[in-house]
């Protein structure tokens, strides 16, 4: 009864907090166009390779268990000349097998360096101090566009001696900075001679009317055009020069978006629940009571006598309790605002798990304005 009165105080405390902070947060607030949206043709590329890890501690790939590392190597042996007799059985312990992965930004030109993360794709214990080998970096079309090497760094730590580990964070990945070299640029098309194309990053009529009135009175009318609620024909201008600066000016623009709609996302592994600003309910009227099943099994031995012949015998004896909360008739008053919301719900006195279930009830009874959406 203790813990239950504390996990309802912790609530309590909890949607208090959140209640204040609603009450001090502004009605709306400006953001810059940049945070809204992002111009068509300017995005990033992801990046992977295969590569060999060596100067590893003893800590490496075992190689009877893993047979592409043996395999690599040997391939890598023989473009450097060295040639393996066949059959031959290399016990190594400082070599592992890693994938490596970067992203390529937008406008990267050949000889700019990038990151790269390491992560062990074998059984290495370990790849700490290890050294990358020249690994080509690839795209999703099979080409080349950078080659990564380099010593990596592992933000954890560990030793083990007779059976006992101890270990801080990973240490079969890791990051190396600035560890890869562009080899080839993707080209960036900032839409055609006289028009470029914003896409909000969240579809929205109203957010991109605001947009297009925002641009249209820095630079005049008829410069923006909203084509869905997504997407906002720009004219810009047709030398580099003059677009560099005015994509600049533009992405600075400040713009008010328009409200959300209203959402309510549950997390059902957790129990975790979060509402937007724009949540309402309606008067209902709700009883909630806690149900709980309590299943205590003990075995009995049953020893026979002496001289009996008979053997013994080991028995399940099961005690089951169920107990139910009382759950009273409460009454959650019509809200025009999140802070109503949460002082109408915080009047159940239900833990985050049950409020799942009451926020169901509750649209399923046409009393909670908003969408349920379970991640």
């Given at each position: 009864m203790q813990h239950a009165d504390r996990s309802r105080g912790g609530i309590?405390?909890?949607?208090?907090?959140?209640?204040?902070?609603?009450?001090?947060?502004?009605?709306?607030?400006?953001?810059?166009?940049?945070?809204?949206?992002?111009?068509?043709?300017?995005?990033?590329?992801?990046?992977?390779?295969?590569?060999?890890?060596?100067?590893?501690?003893?800590?490496?790939?075992?190689?009877?268990?893993?047979?592409?590392?043996?395999?690599?190597?040997?391939?890598?042996?023989?473009?450097?000349?060295?040639?393996?007799?066949?059959?031959?059985?290399?016990?190594?312990?400082?070599?592992?097998?890693?994938?490596?992965?970067a992203t390529l930004p937008s406008f990267a030109r050949p000889g700019q360096n990038i990151d790269v993360t390491v992560s062990s794709m074998g059984?290495?214990?370990?790849?700490?101090?290890?050294?990358?080998?020249?690994?080509?970096?690839?795209?999703?079309?099979?080409?080349?566009?950078?080659?990564?090497?380099?010593?990596?760094?592992?933000?954890?730590?560990?030793?083990?001696?007779?059976?006992?580990?101890?270990?801080?964070?990973?240490?079969?990945?890791?990051?190396?900075?600035?560890?890869?070299?562009?080899?080839?640029a993707v080209s960036s098309p900032l839409g055609d001679a006289n028009t470029l194309t914003l896409e909000l990053n969240t579809s929205d009529f109203g957010t991109a009317q605001k947009a297009v009135d925002a641009i249209n009175r820095s630079f005049g009318p008829g410069t923006a055009n909203a084509l869905d609620a997504r997407v906002i024909q720009v004219n810009a201008p047709s030398q580099p020069e003059a677009r560099v600066g005015f994509l600049a000016r533009m992405e600075n623009l400040d713009i008010t978006p328009a409200q959300a709609v209203a959402r309510v996302v549950i997390n059902a592994r957790t129990g975790s629940v979060v509402m937007n600003q724009t949540v309402r309910i309606l008067d209902c009227a709700v009883a909630h009571g806690n149900l709980s099943v309590v299943i205590n099994t003990?075995?009995?031995?049953?020893?026979?006598?002496?001289?009996?012949?008979?053997?013994?015998?080991?028995?399940?004896?099961?005690?089951?309790?169920?107990?139910?909360?009382?759950?009273?008739?409460?009454?959650?008053?019509?809200?025009?605002?999140?802070?109503?919301?949460?002082?109408?719900?915080?009047?159940?006195?239900?833990n985050p798990q049950d409020l799942v279930s009451i926020l169901q009830a509750m649209k399923a009874a046409g009393a909670l304005r908003a969408e349920l959406e379970i991640i």
């Open positions: 309590a405390m909890l949607c208090g907090l959140l209640l204040c902070a609603v009450q001090l947060a502004p009605a709306a607030h400006a953001e810059r166009l940049k945070e809204l949206a992002s111009i068509q043709g300017v995005r990033d590329n992801p990046l992977i390779g295969y590569g060999l890890m060596v100067g590893l501690d003893g800590s490496g790939d075992q190689t009877m268990q893993t047979p592409f590392t043996t395999q690599t190597l040997n391939n890598m042996l023989s473009q450097l000349g060295i040639s393996m007799a066949p059959g031959t059985n290399m016990q190594l312990k400082n070599v592992a097998a890693v994938m490596v992965t059984n290495a214990k370990s790849l700490r101090g290890g050294t990358l080998l020249m690994t080509p970096l690839k795209g999703a079309d099979g080409m080349v566009y950078a080659i990564a090497q380099g010593n990596m760094v592992v933000g954890g730590a560990g030793a083990s001696a007779n059976g006992s580990k101890v270990q801080i964070n990973q240490l079969s990945s890791g990051r190396i900075p600035a560890g890869a070299i562009v080899e080839r003990q075995p009995v031995i049953s020893q026979p006598g002496p001289l009996s012949g008979g053997s013994t015998v080991v028995a399940q004896t099961s005690q089951i309790q169920l107990n139910q909360a009382g759950g009273a008739l409460q009454v959650v008053k019509n809200g025009a605002s999140l802070a109503d919301v949460v002082k109408g719900l915080n009047t159940l006195g239900a």
